[in-house]
């Protein structure tokens, strides 16, 4: 199935260091969303976006909805170590009743001291 | 948010046999999904649970290896029939309100030998 271009694929910081990664699709989207993943658990969404242009805060993150709806990217300052994970964007297309979610390939964090 | 709990956790199982993982939602909601997240990748949709009707599949993914039921508003379940070591994944389901929002579950962890 179809997979939106996530960049960076992963990234070394060091703590304090901010960080941002962005998403890319070839169709547009009625919502941006982004969730992080830990080992052993299942994704937990941490900002969604309604609005192109839509520019969301979630504490250290921050996220926007591309003017096209065809891209988003995701900040996170000050990066401490539990930002340790897996972040993954996601498009969700609704047409009529049906709804319908696209992932991107992830971005691995790994933060150091 | 909703609170997704999914059964078993995890489980070994082996070549030919058939699991059933259940995904029960503390309220209820009219969308229910199912994915699989192949080891060190993204998360691709299975199909779409329909409550009263049957399941609405993505393309790869048949009704005879992914049997699903969705009983009522609450619960669903995925079968992986006739498993092979290419199985072997993460199996997540999701729920999504009217926000356009899906939030998941912790995820199956399936091991095929």
């Known amino acids: 199935g179809q997979q939106l271009n996530q960049s960076p694929q992963s990234m070394f910081i060091q703590e304090g260091e901010d960080v941002s990664m962005n998403c890319t699709s070839s169709?547009?989207?009625?919502?941006w969303l982004w969730y992080k993943q830990d080992p052993g658990e299942g994704p937990v969404l941490l900002i969604a976006?309604?609005?192109?242009?839509e520019l969301t805060s979630n504490g250290r993150l921050t996220a926007q909805f591309g003017i096209t709806r065809k891209d988003s990217f995701l900040n996170i300052s000050a990066s401490i170590p539990s930002d340790v994970g897996i972040y993954f964007c996601?498009?969700?297309?609704?047409?009529?009743?049906?709804?319908?979610?696209?992932f991107g390939t992830g971005t691995r964090l790994q933060v150091t001291l | 948010s909703a609170v997704i709990s999914q059964k078993p956790s995890r489980d070994i199982c082996q070549r030919g046999t058939s699991l059933t993982i259940q995904c029960q939602v503390d309220?209820?909601?009219?969308?229910m999904f199912w994915y699989r997240q192949q080891p060190g990748q993204s998360l691709t949709l299975i199909a779409t649970?329909?409550?009263?009707?049957?399941?609405?599949?993505e393309s790869g993914f048949v009704i005879d290896k992914f049997p699903i039921s969705r009983p009522n508003l609450t619960f669903s379940t995925l079968t992986v029939s006739n498993m092979s070591p290419e199985d072997s994944s993460i199996y997540l389901c999701?729920?999504?309100?009217?926000?356009?929002?899906?939030?998941f579950g912790p995820g199956t962890r399936l091991t095929v030998l």
């Open positions: 999701s729920v999504e309100y009217s926000t356009d929002t899906q939030y």
């Open positions: 169709s547009i989207f009625n919502t």
């Open positions: 976006l309604y609005k192109a242009g």
């Open positions: 996601a498009g969700q297309l609704r047409t009529g009743t049906a709804s319908k979610l696209t």
């Open positions: 309220s209820q909601v009219t969308m």
């Open positions: 649970a329909n409550q009263g009707s049957e399941a609405t599949y």
